[in-house]
């Protein structure tokens, strides 16, 4: 990333007293039950110890809380407080602006680009399923 993105981005982490790993933690948690550090590590293919530095650094914002898993209470889990839902909610909304450069295409151009990008999410999503379930089974 770079130009107008790249500061976006770290214009709106800036505005939330978050760093970008801090807000991308942020953006896949959710409140509830929560999820086990380690599978956030597997998850997002890192060291167990780099979850942990961002789980405390939400903790210490009151955006996130680590409690016991439903299913181990000898695993932690990690989840986002009430403060944590909004500031996410936020973060997404604003992450979902469409950059300045975006003008230069016309309203057709610009509704185009938004189907053919949702049509490469859906192929993304649909691959990722795909590769999960031949994990689980294979």
């Known amino acids: 990333m770079e130009g107008e993105a790249h500061d976006r981005v770290h214009g709106i982490c800036a505005s939330f007293g978050l760093t970008p790993g801090l807000a991308k ?33 939400l903790e210490q914002r009151g955006l996130a809380e680590r409690r016991p898993s439903p299913l181990d209470r000898r695993v932690k889990a990690v989840a986002l407080t009430e403060a944590g839902a909004g500031a996410k909610s936020e973060v997404l909304d604003r992450l979902r602006e469409p950059p300045k450069a975006f003008e230069v ?24 399923e795909a590769r999960a379930r031949s994990r689980h089974i294979g």
């Not at 896949?28 to 039950?33: F, V």
């Not at 295409?105 to 990722?128: G, I, M, N």
């Open 25 to 57: 933690a942020l953006v896949h948690l959710s409140p509830g039950p929560g999820i086990a550090m380690h599978e956030l590590a597997e998850q997002w293919g890192c060291d167990a110890s780099y979850v942990t530095a961002l789980v405390d650094g």
């Open 105 to 128: 295409l016309s309203p057709a151009e610009q509704r185009q680009l938004r189907d053919l990008l949702a049509k490469l999410a859906s192929a993304d999503a649909r691959l990722s």
